[in-house]
C-alpha cells in the first residue's frame, strides 16, 4: 500500500527510491514497524469510540457467536450508540473485533 501512495507522493517516492538502492538502512517500512503503527491507530480508533459511547445517553453491546471455517467459535463484539442531532436519530455500530471462543 506504501508503494501505491508513492507513486502520487513526490516524497514518498523518493524515501522508497532511496530504500530499493540501498541508500539508507533504517526506515519505518519494516513488517514491525508497520504492525506498531497499524496497532497505535487502532488503539486510537478504539478510544475514539469508547469516548462516543461514554457521551451518548443510549449504547449497546452486541455479542455473536459463529464459528469460522476452520470450525472454531469465534465471538464477534460490535458497540451500538444512538446519536441524536437535532431531530435526527441514528443507530450506529461499530465492529470492535473478534475472538476465538475456549
Known amino acids: 500500500m506504501v508503494e501505491?501512495?508513492?507513486k502520487f507522493d513526490v516524497v514518498l517516492s523518493e524515501h522508497l527510491r532511496h530504500i530499493k538502492n540501498d541508500e539508507m538502512s533504517n526506515h519505518y517500512l519494516r513488517k514491525t514497524m508497520q504492525n506498531e503503527?497499524?496497532?497505535?491507530?487502532?488503539?486510537?480508533?478504539?478510544?475514539?469510540?469508547?469516548?462516543?459511547l461514554t457521551d451518548t445517553k443510549y449504547f449497546s453491546v452486541i455479542l455473536d457467536c459463529t464459528p469460522d471455517v476452520s470450525h472454531e467459535e469465534q465471538l464477534t463484539v460490535v458497540?451500538?450508540?444512538?446519536?441524536?442531532?437535532?431531530?435526527?436519530?441514528?443507530?450506529?455500530e461499530h465492529f470492535v473485533g473478534y475472538s476465538i471462543v475456549d
Open 79 to 92: 458497540l451500538c450508540c444512538i446519536e441524536i442531532v437535532g431531530t435526527s436519530v441514528d443507530a450506529v
Open 4 to 6: 501505491v501512495i508513492g
Open 37 to 52: 503503527f497499524i496497532q497505535l491507530f487502532a488503539d486510537d480508533v478504539l478510544q475514539k469510540i469508547c469516548k462516543r
